[in-house]
Nanobody
Framework: VQLQASGRGSVQAGDSLRLSCAAP????????TGWFRQAPGKDREFVAY????????HYADSVTGRFTISRDNAENVVYLHMNILKPEDTAVYYC???????????????WGQGTQVTVSS
């Protein structure tokens, strides 16, 4: 499955932004879907994942209470709603698909191209 991430933007601290991850022409609902991010000079880190039916969600501590992951299986789209954005959220965000729910990037075998999010103070 090929993933397409979108929703890049430059915002101010405290603003909100929504990222989308689409899998055109494929059955997205058969995969666990996760979001990761990578800031300049840092390793890629886990942000959130959601299970196939959308009933289980897991978040990194750094985004809990501010970010929400959701999915629309009918439209083959997974969203990352980001609220109360902070400068430290600045990174390239990637969506990825896996067969097993995990916070480890190595468990995800399909990746989108990444989308830039920049938060200024």
């Amino acid at each position: 499955v090929q993933l397409q991430a979108s929703g890049r933007g430059s915002v101010q601290a405290g603003d909100s932004l929504r990222l989308s991850c689409a899998a055109p022409g494929r059955t997205f609902s058969t995969f666990i879907t996760g979001w990761f991010r990578q800031a300049p000079g840092k390793d890629r880190e886990f942000v959130a994942y959601i299970n196939r039916p959308g009933s289980i969600r897991h978040y990194a501590d750094s985004v809990t209470g501010r970010f929400t992951i959701s999915r629309d299986n009918a439209e083959n789209v997974v969203y990352l709603h980001m609220n109360i954005l902070k400068p430290e959220d600045t990174a390239v965000y990637y969506c990825a698909a896996a067969n097993i729910a995990s916070v480890r990037s190595s468990m995800y075998n399909k990746w989108g191209q990444g989308t830039q999010v920049t938060v200024s103070s």
